[in-house]
């Protein structure tokens, strides 16, 4: 089955069990627009997590659909799913960075793994690691670095691939008010330049700050869309106009 | 102020393999410090010695083969030395009228007495003097062919009215109980050499599902970034290849060391029959080989575990 032209994400009926437990995900159908701005919202347990491995196909569905990009990822073969993941984005809400390579080389992993050579790689890594502030931190390894600084490593690293879709996991969980709100504007700032973001959160506060959002509530694994909007949601344009700085 | 200075779409992809030192970053392995290089180097030492011994027994018995295939042995079992001595010159004379026989020597007494000495003693009087012991003539001969059954057949036929006390045997009967053994003996190296390659490859299997299970974390990272299982694999099979050659280089030369002293004992035996027990170059070459069949046998290993590993994860 193939998603309606244009869509980023398109999930119908998707159900997630681990194992013989129960659904933590059941019936869930949403579709995402490229250049939307969407946060994923629910309690402890919810299902968010479960909901973002789907989207960075981390795991696939137990049913349903999952459509990125226009195609099943269900179905789609297991060599195939690589070329998929460089076009998605994560921030884990534990980072996730690589403890023994520095900030530089983490950031430039995606790159690298995506075969750039070394000598086109130097200056995007580099400009990256400077707009999120860390260029003098660039050979620092993430045990040396404060958890907003492995924040930031953890963007850029997710960004630099040039993702169509980011997902962030809890994204300011482990930041101040004023970092999360820089987060928030980065979030924005990339939004604008077309890329597709989803920012799980329990923040009620975060979502204020962004009006235009789209807001995907999961309560006991189940999606909370009463309008329909969320399955059919009307699109929206975007224009690269934002501008953050740290 | 500044816009995120993403990298044109076309920058973000490119046509480098992720390979080498840079993908080799992502799995820390401390190459001296771990066990595998000298789990390797054991195994490939046994491997050499194992197959070096299974090269020198083949080829000594191709040389004994060789040897004693066309020999037959004429014994004058006769209590008087007068009538022992007519008849070993009427078997002689017989035996090389015939057309497969292509040499024919009497023993001398004085080489029988010799090839006797480190059992009987000395001067035990083969040649037939007062008090000697009776001792058969022998006479050494060589056929054109091999000593197939029917020629010695006609050879009995022939001798037994020139020389009736003649006892004929061909020389390979004799050593046929050695040659079995030999055999199974070779077949035993050639066993641990089969063995001592699977414990190899179990030694690898284990060592890359443990380098596996220790950086997973890093591993599904990579995956979630794009990485392939392909990529991934390639880094435990550099890591693993520097092992495997490292203890392949030290494996092969322990093992070319006892076999040079194992040669050297040997030697010192003066032996005619270990003597044809060496090893050709072709050996040499094929023992140089060991170590690289380990490399293949060790990375082959390595990519099947963890591609079989990875199949596994998400």
Redesign the interface.
């Known amino acids: 089955m193939s998603s309606a032209a244009g869509d980023i994400v398109r999930f119908d009926n998707v159900g997630l069990r681990y194992g013989t437990d129960r659904e933590v995900l059941s019936d869930v159908s949403f579709t995402l627009n490229p250049g939307s701005f969407c946060f994923l919202t629910g309690a402890s347990g919810a299902g968010k997590t479960s909901l973002l491995k789907l989207l960075?196909?981390?795991?696939r569905p137990s049913r349903g659909v999952v459509s990125m990009f226009g195609t099943d990822t269900v179905t789609l073969p297991?060599?195939r799913l690589?070329?998929f993941?460089?076009r998605i984005g994560?921030v884990f809400q534990d980072f996730?960075l690589?403890p023994?390579?520095s900030a530089y080389?983490n950031v430039a992993?995606?790159?690298?793994?995506?075969?750039?050579?070394?000598d086109?790689l130097h200056m995007?890594v580099s400009?990256?690691l400077?707009?999120v502030g860390l260029s003098e931190r660039a050979q620092a390894r993430p045990a040396s670095l404060s958890g907003g600084e492995q924040q930031r490593v953890a963007i850029a690293?997710a960004?630099?691939?040039?993702p169509e879709l980011l997902v962030a996991d809890e994204p300011t969980g482990n930041v101040d008010p004023d970092m999360a709100l820089k987060l928030l504007r980065?979030f924005e700032?990339?939004n604008r330049?077309g890329t597709t973001v989803v920012v799980a959160t329990h923040d009620v506060h975060l979502l204020r700050k962004v009006p235009d959002s789209l807001i995907m509530r999961l309560d006991k694994g189940r999606l909370s869309d009463p309008t329909g909007a969320l399955r059919y949601p009307p699109r929206r344009d975007n224009a690269?106009d934002?501008?953050?700085?740290w | 102020?500044?816009?995120?200075?993403?990298?044109?779409?076309d920058?973000?992809?490119?046509?480098?393999?992720?390979r080498g030192t840079?993908?080799a970053?992502?799995v820390?392995h401390a190459r001296l410090a771990g066990p595998m290089p000298w789990v390797i180097a054991i195994m490939i030492a046994l491997t050499v010695i194992a197959a070096a011994g299974g090269l020198a027994l083949s080829n000594l018995v191709s040389d004994a083969r060789a040897d004693l295939a066309g020999g037959i042995t004429v014994q004058i079992v006769e209590a008087s030395a007068a009538e022992r001595e007519r008849q070993t010159r009427q078997a002689a004379r017989a035996m090389a009228q015939d057309p497969s026989v292509s040499a024919v020597r009497i023993v001398p007494p004085a080489e029988l007495e010799a090839l006797l000495e480190p059992w009987l003693g000395a001067d035990i009087g083969a040649g037939g003097g007062s008090g000697a012991v009776p001792m058969p003539a022998l006479i050494d001969a060589r056929l054109r062919g091999s000593a197939d059954a029917a020629t010695l057949q006609r050879l009995r036929e022939r001798l037994r009215s020139a020389a009736p006390a003649a006892r004929l045997d061909a020389q390979s009967a004799w050593l046929g109980p050695v040659f079995s053994a030999i055999n199974s003996l070779l077949w035993l190296a050639a066993a641990l050499v089969v063995l001592l390659g699977l414990t190899s490859a179990a030694a690898v299997w284990l060592a890359a599902r443990s380098a596996l299970g220790g950086n997973r974390?890093?591993i599904?990272?990579?995956?979630?970034?794009?990485?392939?299982?392909g990529?991934i694999a390639r880094i435990f099979q550099r890591s693993v290849a520097f092992d495997a050659m490292l203890g392949g280089a030290v494996g092969l030369a322990l093992g070319l060391a006892a076999i040079l002293l194992l040669g050297q004992q040997f030697a010192r035996l003066d032996s005619g029959m270990v003597a044809g027990g060496g090893l050709h170059w072709q050996d040499w070459l094929l023992l140089a080989a060991v170590p690289l069949a380990g490399i293949v046998i060790a990375v082959l290993t390595a990519r099947l575990t963890i591609l079989a590993a990875l199949?596994r994860m998400?």
Do not use: C
């Open positions: 960075y196909l981390a795991q297991r060599a690589p070329g993941r460089r994560v996730r690589v023994h390579l080389d992993l995606p790159l690298r793994v995506s075969g750039v050579r070394e086109d995007p400009d990256m400077d707009w690293r960004v630099i691939g040039r980065l700032s990339l330049l690269p934002n501008q953050v700085a | 102020m500044k816009s995120p200075p993403l990298p044109a779409r920058a973000v992809s490119g046509d480098r393999r992720f840079r993908a970053q992502l820390p974390a890093t599904e990272i990579v995956h979630l970034l794009g990485g392939t299982d990529q199949r998400s």
